[in-house]
């Protein structure tokens, strides 16, 4: 039943509308008592004639009543009159953001403002427990002095009754809107794929729905729509981003932010919210970063490995960042042969050319050779069976790897032809690499050595005192290495002088030193980069 200006709920009496959605009309109000403008919802019947949900209902108004915080939207009571319930809530004037959006996307600076202050609401109530389900642009109203507050927040959960009871059913955009398509649609878009699947869900829903308000605020672009709710649905469960959408030159560290917020598993998304503000905040404090490389597209078979990721990576960065050339960015996926999978994650995985036009890459059934312009990969003669740490020459002509047991240092012909061993070792080797100077560097134990990729007697370079070498790489010049020792549970990544005794190391492991001066390596799951002087021995800045 819609309320005419001039109805007294209690002490309120009723002035306008304000709006409707899902959970039910909202108008404006005038607190006689206390002499001020409130916000009056009216709730749907059906929840009056539940008294479990009702029950459950209030007990969520009064958790929520106890939110204090400068961007929720404060709640002052629930109450009844004549059998309707309604609550009156804080008035908020203003705009809501998806009002706000309808001009098209925000200028990243003030998105990542906005952002903050809804982390901050999420952040607030995730830490009493209350879960928001049901966050998007018309639950957000911002004042035209740029404060934000999030509107509805836990309501979902309240209106979703038992909440062991994780079916669609249960959803309340659903349950409670199946005839007005516009809020279906406008719900749907913004569930996680949890919710969309009927699963149960917890404060990393919201974490989902952050991520799909952030990139609709960089893009002006809902990231899921379609004629239908089921199609909509479909794109939250099956479809991926469409990332080139996101402004040009955004900071690195948002991309993978919204890549966090949007992982379609909840265990690979982020787990708190307060991370992501923390990402903000660096970005707010530092906007110039690292220059993107180029984004290579997923695999069809995923790598899952952070040693192949930073030496795929290494390859790109190195392409792309060769001054004599313009960049070049090249996508594609590959799927492997038959039931093959990559080999020794340990070990490189993955090498990329010189000149960045073909790229060999380790599997189960052998080493396959793939131009970037050719559509299919061929195996390299000779390695039909299982090698490790796979390097290509400066010239692309030989492929360097070490035997399945990590005893042997051999290279082979790239069109054919027989093995060269290089060296042998008694211990296991721990991986090498093959320098633009025709070196091969690799370590043995807590030692690193190098010999001659033409053969020859290897060379001691260093001992380490730190623990074992990992991945040792000699630095342009030969006059460091650098490489990655085990730390406790983690990695270390130490670049070691080899002229006098300065050594610089930092958190982050399966390191890579690019031509362009930065030094790339993975750390808890993520790709970093960071800049480090040869001249003066330093790093430079902080990790991106």
Not at 199 to 210: P, V
Not at 350 to 360: I, K, L, Q
């Amino acid at each position: 039943m819609a309320l005419t200006p001039g109805t007294h709920l209690g002490p309120y009496e009723i002035t306008g509308p304000l709006g409707a959605g899902g959970m039910g009309e909202v108008y404006r109000a005038a607190d006689t008592k206390l002499g001020r403008e409130v916000a009056i919802k009216t709730l749907p019947s059906a929840l009056a004639k539940e008294p479990d949900r009702l029950a459950r209902f209030e007990r969520e108004a009064k958790l929520l009543a106890a939110l204090n915080h400068a961007n929720i939207g404060a709640i002052y009571g629930l109450d009844e009159h004549e059998g309707m319930l309604y609550l009156a809530m804080e008035l908020i004037e203003g705009e809501t953001l998806e009002e706000k959006l309808k001009n098209g996307p925000l200028p990243v600076e003030d998105a990542l403002r906005l952002a903050l202050q809804i982390i901050e609401a999420l952040e607030a109530a995730h830490d009493k427990g209350v879960v928001h389900r049901d966050l998007k642009p018309a639950n957000i109203m911002v004042n035209s002095s740029g404060q934000l507050k999030v509107l509805d927040f836990g309501l979902a959960k309240a209106f979703s009754g038992d909440p062991n009871q994780a079916t669609p059913a249960h959803s309340p955009a659903l349950s409670l809107a199946m005839t007005q398509q516009g809020l279906i649609l406008g719900t749907a878009g913004y569930m996680s794929p949890e919710q969309a699947s009927g699963q149960a869900t917890d404060q990393r829903a919201d974490i989902w729905a952050f991520g799909v308000v952030l990139y609709e605020m960089l893009t002006g672009l809902p990231l899921f729509s379609g004629e239908s709710v089921p199609h909509i649905l479909a794109g939250v469960l099956r479809s991926e981003p469409v990332w080139h959408k996101l402004p040009k030159n955004l900071h690195p560290r948002l991309k993978l932010l919204l890549e966090r917020c949007l992982a379609k598993q909840p265990r690979n998304r982020l787990h708190a919210i307060a991370d992501a503000r923390i990402e903000i905040e660096a970005v707010l404090a530092s906007p110039h970063a690292v220059p993107e490389a180029p984004q290579a597209r997923r695999s069809i078979v995923p790598f899952g490995v952070a040693a192949v990721l930073v030496a795929a990576a290494a390859g790109a960065f190195s392409w792309r960042l060769k001054p004599a050339e313009p960049a070049q960015v090249v996508r594609f996926g590959q799927e492997l042969p038959g039931t093959s999978q990559f080999r020794n994650p340990n070990f490189l995985t993955v090498a990329v050319a010189a000149d960045g036009r073909s790229v060999a890459y380790n599997t189960s059934a052998g080493v396959y050779l793939r131009a970037v312009d050719q559509a299919d990969a061929r195996l390299v003669p000779g390695t039909v069976g299982p090698v490790n740490n796979v390097m290509l020459s400066p010239d692309g002509k030989w492929l360097g790897y070490l035997d399945s047991a990590g005893l042997q240092l051999s290279k082979l012909p790239i069109d054919g032809g027989g093995a060269v061993t290089l060296t042998g070792t008694s211990t296991i080797f721990n991986g090498a690499t093959w320098t633009e100077n025709d070196w091969v560097v690799y370590s043995e134990g807590t030692s690193v050595f190098r010999v001659s990729a033409n053969g020859g007697e290897p060379e001691m370079l260093l001992e380490s005192s730190t623990g074992t070498v990992l991945q040792p790489q000699l630095l342009p010049g030969g006059d460091a290495v650098l490489y990655s020792t085990q730390v406790g549970t983690g990695l270390l990544t130490v670049i070691r002088s080899l002229k006098d005794d300065r050594e610089v190391s930092f958190p982050g492991g399966w390191s890579r030193y690019l031509p362009s001066g930065y030094v790339i390596y993975s750390s808890n799951q993520s790709l970093f980069a960071r800049r480090f002087d040869a001249s003066a021995f330093a790093l430079i800045g902080g990790p991106v």
